[in-house]
Structures are given as C-alpha cells and as structure tokens.
C-alpha cells in the first residue's frame, strides 16, 4: 500500500526523467539518426559524423492524449568518431566508434520550466563487424551507453543524462539496387541498468527506478540519382517491457501513463542525401511522430555530416 501511496507523487516527478531529446523519454540512442546506407559501414579508415538538430514535442499519456503543462523543446549536436581496420573477423571488416552527445533542452512540467545545457550520455562501441556484396550490406555491432550526462536527482528538468548503464546489440542492413534503389534498416534492442538515485523530489530518500528495455528501428526507403539521394525515412520505438519502481512495476494513472508506462512511438518524413567525390555526404531530414503513448510526441529536424579524415 506504501507503493500506492507514493504513485500520485512520482507521477510528475517521473513525466519527464531523462527526456533530453537526443534519448526522448529514457532513450540513450537518437532515434532517426541512421537513415541511407546504415547497413554500409565504410571501407578501413577514419570518420567523423556529426548529427545535428532541433526537436519539440508535448507528453502524451498510455492512450496517446495530451498530457497538460508537460513539454520539452531542445537542440542536440552528437559528436561520432568511427574508426575501420583493415582487420578480418569472421570475414567482416572490424571497427569501433565514440559518440559524445551535447544538448540544450528546456523542460516543462505543471507551468514550471528550466533550461539547462551539458554533456549526454556518451556511446562507446568496441565491436562493429560489416559485409559486403554487390547489392547488400550488412552489420552487427555492440553499443555501450555510459550514464555521463547531467543528471539532477529529483528534478527531471534540470537532468540531460539517464543516470544508468545500458548495452545495445545492433544489426543493420542496406540493399542498394542496380539502378538506385534503396532499402535499410537499422535494428537495435536496449538493455538497460537501474537508476539507483532516483528521488521523488530533491533531499527525499534514493529510490531505484528501472526503465523498461526497448526494441528501436530507424529505416529509409528511397532512390538515388547521382550523388542525390530521396526518400522517406523515420523510426520505430516499443518497450518491451515494465518501467518498475522499488522493484514493482507502475500502476496506472490515468491521464498520466498507462500500467508499467511502456512507450511507443512511431515516426516519418523526407529525407534528402547528397554525396561529393571526396565521400563526403550531407543529409537533411524532418521526422514527424505521428503516433505516441507514454512519451513525447513532435517533430524533429536533422542536419548530417559525414566526413572521412
């Protein structure tokens, strides 16, 4: 009953937990950042990508409705440095990538808003492994994302970071047909630790706060002329299972989330690619949510660069 008790209270202390937009509700990896050719890691060599962009949505409860006075607005810039060996396993091309995220978000909840700007969660991968044939391409990787993001423990608008460990297996695939043609997909499950220093509210007692795993896609389907590239890209989020407090998963409060608070999202729009001589590519892309429950739901703008070094 103690649990019961509490629910009421945690429910706006929760709403926005984690929500800087490069992770949009709990989530380290941002969503729609891979789109053409996520399955074709490139030849050996040096890289650097940088994915920037703005994002703005509104909460929205277990039934997809509008939850009052909650919304979030933020620009992102994640920072991606990949490197590729000439090194052979299981016949695949080895290599490793950084990613180190920075955001400037504004949170607000019941009237009240802050804005804060820092450090996200960084990404460390060991293991990426990619083939190649004529028309298809594909890849198995391992993400680790380390809880390095700011993070204010019982004020949700003041955190960037997650305050937890997660792993995330990866696999992507591109098929690139003769005459331009294009299909990928990038597959990923997140496995995440508990928060350990929750709170309902600052100076109130730690708490431990588990969000639930989550299988997450971003895909493209489009056609390639020259060095141009259109099509529609997007993503696809479901947790896959309970968000839990203390142990226990959350019951539901009606017009704030639905029992164990399980997201889902699904998003779609344009998305335009183009790729000079030297290998550089630059692609713009607008991803519009058009469906949501148990998370923020809006548009999202993407600018990225992808640059070999």
């Known amino acids: 009953m103690k649990f019961r008790y509490i629910t009421a209270a945690v429910a706006l202390a929760v709403l926005a937990a984690g929500n800087a937009v490069a992770k949009e509700g709990g989530d380290q990896y941002p969503n729609g950042a891979e789109s053409w050719l996520a399955g074709a890691v490139p030849p050996p060599g040096n ?31 994640a920072l991606r440095f990949i490197k590729m060996t000439d090194t052979k396993i299981l016949g695949g091309d080895w290599g490793m990538h ?28 060991p ?5 190649h044939t004529k028309n298809l391409h594909w890849t198995v ?31 992507a695939a591109t098929w690139l047909s003769d005459d331009g043609w294009e299909v990928s997909g990038k597959f990923m499950y997140n496995i995440k630790r508990k928060n350990k220093d929750f709170r309902l509210a600052p ?8 969000s639930g795993d989550d299988f997450h896609m971003d895909y493209v389907l489009g056609k390639h002329f020259g060095p141009w590239a259109v099509g529609l890209s997007g ?28 997201g889902e999202v699904f998003a779609i729009g344009p998305s335009v690619s183009y790729t000079n001589k030297n290998g550089t590519m630059f692609i713009a892309q607008w991803h519009h949510e058009t469906e949501a429950e148990n998370r923020f739901r809006g548009d999202k703008a993407w600018f990225k660069l992808v640059l070999p070094f």
């Open 203 to 210: 100076g109130m007692p730690k708490m431990d706060y588990e």
């Open 98 to 125: 950084l990613i180190v995220p920075v955001v400037q978000q504004k949170v607000k909840l019941g009237g009240d808003s802050k804005t804060v700007t820092g450090l996200g969660d960084i990404t460390f991968n």
């Open 127 to 131: 293991i990426i492994i990619a083939w």
């Open 141 to 171: 990787a391992l993400d680790l994302n380390m809880p390095t993001g700011a993070y204010k423990s019982g004020d949700p608008r003041k955190s960037i970071g997650t305050n937890y460990w997660s792993l995330e297996p990866i696999f």
């Open 235 to 262: 993503y696809y989020l479901k947790q896959t299972e309970n968000d839990k407090l203390e142990g226990e998963t959350l019951p539901e409060v009606p017009g704030v989330w639905s029992k164990g608070r399980k």
């Open 47 to 77: 890289y650097f990508l940088n994915y920037f962009g703005h994002y703005s949505g509104k909460l929205r409860d277990g039934s997809g409705d509008k939850v009052p006075g909650a919304e979030v607005d933020a620009w992102f810039d």
